[in-house]
């Protein structure tokens, strides 16, 4: 592997466990909101880590842009392929929802 891509991977690896505690932090806010409403501590806990969420995202974004910048042509298609995917797969998660 070369060392540009070895780099990039290392860093989306170093990173996915910060996203990953970030996600615990913002559910278990979420839960305790859903059972407290009125305390509006638990909405600012959400709202901050949802940022951290996507703030980390960014960074791996504007990571990869820098990377990819040249190699773009050749992995878009791969890239726009995973997005329409996910898109479908959130649709019929909204329509499997939606049904039960």
């Known amino acids: 592997m070369s ?9 989306i690896r ?14 278990r806010a979420w839960e305790q909101l ?4 009125e305390e509006m501590a ?6 901050l880590n949802l940022h951290g969420f996507y703030s980390g995202l960014e960074r791996l974004f504007e990571l990869i842009a820098r990377h990819l910048v040249v190699l773009l042509p050749e992995h878009w298609p791969v890239v726009r ?20």
């Open 42 to 47: 638990y909405l600012d806990s959400v709202a």
């Open 14 to 27: 170093g990173e996915v466990p910060n996203l990953d505690w970030l996600v615990h932090r913002a559910q």
């Open 81 to 100: 392929a995973e997005l329409l995917a996910f898109a479908d797969f959130l649709e019929a998660l909204g329509e499997a929802r939606e049904r039960t």
């Open 3 to 11: 060392a540009p891509y070895r780099e990039l991977s290392e860093r």
């Open 34 to 37: 859903r059972r407290m409403p």
